[in-house]
Every structure is written in structure tokens, then in C-alpha cells.
T-cell receptor
Framework: AQTVTQSQPEMSVQEAETVTLSCTYD???????LFWYKQPPSRQMILVIRQEAYKQQNATENRFSVNFQKAAKSFSLKISDSQLGDTAMYFC?????????????FGSGTKLNVKP | DTEVTQTPKHLVMGMTNKKSLKCEQH?????MYWYKQKAKKPPELMFVYSYEKLSINESVPSRFSPECPNSSLLNLHLHALQPEDSALYLC??????????????FGDGTRLSIL
């Protein structure tokens, strides 16, 4: 079975500070892709960052970076210089490389509040 | 601006009504998805279409009927819904199936309320 766990239901951070959202997952597969999506109050799910499991180098996307620890099955998201627009629900997810249907396995989400 | 357009944004309907949700994308994607999302929960997959054919039905009740008239359009026909069907319904698309690395692009969703 494939599972994703986000242990922090809600977090707060001051504007301009750095925050890390945690995510652990469980799969017996070796080849997969990991994603972080954000869902602001506007409701649209927006891709934040993507990581290939076969790559050791951590993905970065501007102020967003991940700490991918494959052995520990951990995929945390670090947001630097937090902005008010980062306030959103953040979902961690993964897909299996061999999955012909590109099915996403989502975590339960972390609500991030960025305070001015 | 979202590249996946969903209409309507809000829908209120009675349990005996028939309505449809619409989703449209013009990115040339060949895979399209319907999700149901309850408040403060992750999206739950309902249906997957690939090349206009239904590939996955996650044991969704028959009161939800998907339709893919062409590669750009995805509809969800609703009939005799229950109050517990009230949720945000998200549509998504991806370039193709068969390659698990492809991100899904989501629309803004339709907020559905069943009276």
C-alpha cells in the first residue's frame, strides 16, 4: 500500500522567515516521483516543486526547496523568505513511475499561515 | 490564470435535480481527471480518462456519470445526489498517462452544495 503522512496539520510563520513542512511516505517501490502542491483559498491546486526519486540532488524552485531522504522516505519542503501569498494548504504527493494511470497519492495536508 | 477551466464555480442543487459540471483544457493534454475534495482533506480520485476513454472509476456511485466528448472537454453529470456529496469537485489534466512523473494541472474547482 502507498501512504503519505503529513504530521503537521497547521503551521504559522512570520513573513520573511523560513519554514519547513514535513512529509513522510511509504512504498515498497523504488521508482517514483514526489510532489508538493499548494492550495490557496482560491482553491486551485498549484504545483510547487517536483523531485525524481532516482536523483540524489534536492530540487529547488526559487524560494522553495526540498530535503529528500530516500532511505528515510522523507520529503520535506522548505520555504525561504515567506510571503503572505504563501498562505495556503500544502499537500505532499507521489506517483509510481510504472503506474500507467499516473495516480497521485496525497497526504492529509498542512495549513500554512504566513503572518505579517 | 488557470489553464484548466471549470464551470460553474458554485452550484447549489436539490437531491432530485440533474446538473452537469464542465471542465476544459487547451494544453493538448490527453489525460483528464475528476477529484472530490472535502474541507481540509486531500483530493480523492474519482475518474481518469485517457484519450477520451474511461481508464479508472474508483468505485464511484452511479449518480455521478462522467463524459469526455473530446480531448479538451470533460463533463461530470450529476443526478439524485445526496447531502454527503457536497464538496469541491476538481478537474485536472496531464500530458499523458503511462509516465508517472507528469504533474497534474488543476482547475479552480466547482463548489457543490446539495440541499
Amino acid at each position: 500500500a502507498q501512504t503519505v503522512t503529513q504530521s503537521q496539520p497547521e503551521m504559522s510563520v512570520q513573513e520573511a522567515e523560513t519554514v519547513t513542512l514535513s512529509c513522510t511516505y511509504d512504498t515498497s517501490e523504488n521508482n517514483y516521483y514526489l510532489f508538493w502542491y499548494k492550495q490557496p483559498p482560491s482553491r486551485q491546486m498549484i504545483l510547487v516543486i517536483r523531485q525524481e526519486a532516482y536523483k540524489q540532488q534536492n530540487a529547488t524552485e526559487n524560494r522553495f526547496s526540498v530535503n529528500f531522504q530516500k532511505a528515510a522516505k522523507s520529503f520535506s519542503l522548505k520555504i525561504s523568505d515567506s510571503q503572505l501569498g504563501d498562505t495556503a494548504m500544502y499537500f505532499c504527493a507521489f506517483t509510481l513511475t510504472w503506474d500507467n494511470f499516473n495516480k497521485f497519492y496525497f497526504g492529509s495536508g498542512t495549513k500554512l499561515n504566513v503572518k505579517p | 490564470d488557470t489553464e484548466v477551466t471549470q464551470t460553474p464555480k458554485h452550484l447549489v442543487m436539490g437531491m432530485t435535480n440533474k446538473k452537469s459540471l464542465k471542465c476544459e483544457q487547451h494544453m493538448g493534454h490527453r489525460a483528464m481527471y475528476w477529484y472530490k475534495q472535502k474541507a481540509k482533506k486531500p483530493p480523492e480520485l474519482m475518474f481518469v480518462y485517457s484519450y477520451e476513454k474511461l481508464s479508472i472509476n474508483e468505485s464511484v456511485p452511479s449518480r455521478f456519470s462522467p463524459e469526455c466528448p473530446n480531448s479538451s472537454l470533460l463533463n461530470l453529470h450529476l443526478h439524485a445526489l445526496q447531502p454527503e456529496d457536497s464538496a469541491l469537485y476538481l478537474c485536472a489534466s496531464s500530458q499523458d498517462l503511462g509516465q508517472g512523473h507528469q504533474p497534474q494541472h488543476f482547475g479552480d474547482g466547482t463548489r457543490l452544495s446539495i440541499l
